[in-house]
């Protein structure tokens, strides 16, 4: 196993110090190299445990993010030392042969070009183990839940080889390579994390393939230096189409909104080709090559994952082939690709969205079941089966860990009403699921007429459902912005000239993350048992916009440590952003306090809605002029009306009172942010 550079938040750093040598037993986290940048020393530790086979880095050497650190060899592992012998072996053989390279091109050569005298067709294949690690999931670490393989087993590129658990979500890992399992390093209940070997897979080209490599290898050496020169030429065309997939959305699914392309058209790398929707986000997946369009592989409303195949290109490289001969067995290579890919393409695509939802035929649920059931902590594979056998998973009963719901359990749940006389109509569990009962007809009274809710609103209403569970209570102020709104105005004729738009907003963005750092219960979130306040050691603030499609929540990053001018140019962007359906999953994650305002749209208060997993959220109303006493007379004053919505099991009356009190203040003179 090896151990690469991970993201060490620049762009390259030099090895300062390396910690261990050939020969150290080392653990998981334990520091290996230590790494200096222009900004910070940085040890990098070990993703797993082992014992240290190889250093492929010195002092002084210049590593960026996924350059080779170390070899690992696991304490345990047999099969590592004998493949360690072989090397040995290989790296003897190489000593009698004549040749300039340095070992480890040898070593590939070698491998590349296998002798005749090769007995063994497995030698031909030009097989190799391959290391299967665990991705970037997301989580700093995760347990493993459960392992989909066992060694000796044919796995295919994409099959779902482990199901791994953190305090957020489930997920299914896939594989990187096809091939057989040679060995499994991890075991049900590791605590694993980014880079981690899960197993190791034995890939092989068929030999049919090396036979046919072979003689090209032995006329390519007599061959003249044209010939030579007629090879590459030959393999810059690709021998396939291009699949392009959904990328790494941030979420788990997302549902295709809009298909931008048709079959024949040409589009260009990056150009924007589906818009996918999910609860949190609209965004367009770009095209990950130039050429024409084959085949779409979905369809409108079709719910998709990482990793589903989208589309089908056909390159425009393969034109550039410039011998006959050299395109002639292109397309032949390419029709003969063409069974097998078609073939294969649905395997990996079911694999990767077995997490996401079954055809319409293995689907028993309704969407509002469906949607109950996506509350419920249960794996991919287990939700899969419930929508089969039309299952609620509320209704049962877990006993894995965290209140993980097992396949057992849905077993057993199905067992149980399978034997027990059914009592309860479809329509009462369909009222439970959705927590209302059903519409009466209305057809005495004239009639409806329906109109579709868009996308957004559609993926919105479970996350807004959730605040039926919040006992929700808002505090009510008035804020005197008379002497901010005149600052403001004296300082948005520079910001006009710079392009920019200085809003209220801004000044209430900025008034309100200064308080969130002596206030933090505000931005906090209720642990899972309800026994503790979670508090968050950083401010990331959401704004609502509103956009033709509904209302989506942006976040800022941290406000509290950017200047009005910055806080202004960067709400700008994500408003525009949101509007134009740019915005990436990234711009809507991971806020602890939300504001909402109203702008000039009118009304004097309002009630927002905390947005689960926060614990507040302030509504901004329309500035109005009121008469205000001074103690000897009425003065004109611009009073802008605060709303702070807030959950009262983590903050009480006294504590959201004080909140907007000390808010009000604030406002009123803004100077008091310096002090």
Do not use: C
């Amino acid at each position: 196993m090896q151990i690469t550079t991970p993201d060490i938040g620049v762009d390259k750093a030099t090895v300062a110090e390396i910690l261990v040598k050939v020969g150290d037993s080392i653990a998981i986290d334990e520091s290996i190299v230590l790494l200096e940048s222009d900004k910070a020393s940085v040890e990098v530790p070990s993703t797993s445990a082992g014992i240290v086979k190889n250093i492929l880095v010195n002092q002084g050497d210049e590593v960026t993010e996924g350059t080779l650190l170390i070899e690992l060899t696991a304490e345990d592992d047999a099969s590592n030392v004998v493949e360690s012998q072989k090397v040995d072996a290989t790296q003897k053989t190489s000593e009698n042969t004549p040749t300039s390279l340095p070992d480890q091109e040898l070593m590939q050569e070698l491998a590349s070009h296998q002798p005749k005298t090769s007995a063994t067709p497995e030698a031909q294949a030009g097989s190799e183990v391959v290391d299967v690690q665990v991705p970037d999931i997301g989580v700093e670490k995760a347990t493993v839940g459960e392992i989909l393989v066992s060694v000796g087993d044919q796995i295919e590129l994409d099959q779902s080889i482990v199901v791994v658990e953190s305090d957020k979500a489930t997920v299914e890992v896939p594989s990187t390579v096809a091939g057989t399992v040679e060995s499994i390093d991890i075991k049900e209940g590791d605590t694993i994390k980014e880079g981690v070997v899960i197993l190791k897979v034995k890939t092989a080209t068929s030999a049919a393939q090396a036979q046919t490599e072979a003689p090209q290898a032995e006329v390519t050496q007599p061959e003249t230096q044209e010939k030579a020169v007629e090879a590459p030429q030959t393999s810059v065309a690709p021998a396939g189409d291009v699949e392009v997939m959904v990328p790494d959305l941030g979420v788990d699914k997302a549902a295709v909104a809009e298909i931008l392309v048709q079959v024949g058209d040409t589009v260009e790398k990056d150009q924007s080709i589906i818009v996918v929707e999910s609860d949190k986000a609209t965004v367009e997946v770009p095209s990950t090559a130039a050429g024409t369009i084959k085949a779409i592989h979905v369809e409108l409303g079709q719910n998709v994952s990482e990793g589903v195949a989208l589309l089908t290109i056909e390159a425009e490289a393969q034109a550039e082939a410039a011998p006959v001969a050299a395109k002639a067995e292109v397309a032949k290579a390419a029709e003969e690709s063409k069974v097998p890919a078609t073939n294969a393409a649905p395997a990996p695509a079911a694999s990767s969205n077995q997490a996401v939802a079954t055809s319409d035929n293995a689907d028993k649920l309704t969407k509002e079941q469906n949607a109950a059931n996506a509350q419920v902590y249960a794996g991919p594979a287990v939700r899969k089966l419930a929508r089969e056998l039309g299952v609620v998973l509320a209704d049962v009963k877990a006993s894995g860990p965290h209140a993980r719901l097992m396949k057992e359990d849905l077993v057993a749940y199905v067992k149980m009403r399978l034997t027990t006389p059914q009592t309860a109509s479809v329509a009462p569990a369909a009222a439970v699921a959705s927590g209302l009962p059903k519409l009466p007809s209305f057809d005495a009274f004239g009639g409806v007429e329906e109109k579709a809710l868009t996308r957004l609103q559609q993926v919105s209403i479970p996350q807004l459902s959730l605040n039926n569970y919040i006992p929700q209570v808002t505090q009510f102020d008035l804020a005197d912005i008379t002497e901010l709104e005149a600052w403001r105005n004296e300082l948005k004729g520079n910001f006009k000239k710079e392009g920019l738009s200085l809003t209220i907003m801004a000044f209430i963005i900025k008034a309100v993350a200064h308080l969130l750092q002596e206030e933090r219960e505000f931005a906090a979130h209720l642990s899972d048992e309800g026994k503790a306040i979670l508090l968050r050691n950083e401010i990331h603030m959401g704004i609502a916009v509103a956009t033709p499609e509904g209302l989506t929540v942006p976040v800022l990053r941290h406000p509290e440590q950017k200047s009005i001018k910055q806080i202004a140019v960067e709400l700008g962007e994500l408003s525009q952003k949101a509007r134009d359906k740019k915005l990436s999953p990234k711009d809507l994650q991971g806020a602890n306090f939300t504001i909402t305002s109203l702008g000039s749209i009118g009304g004097t208060a309002f009630t927002p809605l905390v947005n689960w997993p926060q614990v507040a959220i302030l509504g901004i109303s329309p500035a109005t002029m009121q008469p205000v006493w001074n103690g000897e007379g009425f003065d004109p004053r611009l009073m802008l009306p605060l709303s702070l919505s807030y959950d009262h099991r983590v903050i009480n009356g006294a504590d959201a009172a004080r909140f907007t009190h000390k808010l009000t203040q604030l406002l009123k003179d803004i100077r008091t942010l310096l002090l």
